[in-house]
C-alpha cells in the first residue's frame, strides 16, 4: 500500500455527521444504492443503507454518500469541488478523472470497481493508493 500527503479528517468526520439525512436517487445497478457514508477501515466510504461499501450511484444521486465522495476526490485528487450531497457533472467529471488516473473504466459512475481502484483519504495517513485491491 502507497501513502501519499497528510491531512487530520477529524473536520471532515464532523462536517460529515452534522449533514442531513440521505436522501437516495434510483439507480439501475446489481449494486444496492449508496445513499450514505460509513466508516470502516478508518476511511469514510460511500455506502448503502445496510451498510454495504459495494454500492452504486451517479449523475442525479444525492445523498451523504455523495458528500463523501466529493470530500474524497477533494482531498486526494485535488478536484475542488463543493461538499453538497449533489452527484452532478463536476463530480461527474471529477470522478472520471480520478478513474482516469486509477486505471478504471472512466465511465462517471461510482461503484465496488471504482472504489477499489481509488485513492482514499485514511485518517492521519494521509491519501492512501491501493487501500482495497
Not at 466510504?45 to 451498510?51: I, K
Not at 454495504?52 to 485535488?78: E, H, K
Not at 486505471?103 to 461510482?110: K, Q, R
Amino acid at each position: 500500500m502507497k501513502i501519499r500527503g497528510t491531512v487530520q479528517s477529524l473536520v471532515l468526520v464532523a462536517a460529515l455527521a452534522a449533514t442531513g439525512v440521505a436522501v437516495p436517487a434510483g439507480t439501475a445497478s446489481a449494486a444496492p444504492h449508496c445513499s450514505k457514508w460509513y466508516y470502516a477501515y478508518n476511511i469514510i466510504l460511500p455506502a448503502a443503507s445496510t451498510n454495504s461499501l459495494d454500492c452504486t450511484m451517479g449523475r442525479g444521486s444525492y445523498s451523504n454518500a455523495v458528500r463523501a465522495l466529493q470530500s474524497n476526490l477533494n482531498l486526494c485528487y485535488n478536484a475542488g469541488l463543493k461538499v453538497d450531497g449533489d452527484f452532478g457533472g463536476a463530480t461527474e467529471t471529477a470522478l472520471k478523472a480520478a478513474q482516469r488516473k486509477d486505471g478504471t473504466a472512466a465511465d462517471g459512475v461510482y461503484g465496488p470497481a471504482t472504489r477499489r481502484a481509488m485513492t482514499w483519504f485514511r485518517d492521519s495517513a494521509g491519501c492512501v493508493e491501493d487501500f482495497f485491491r
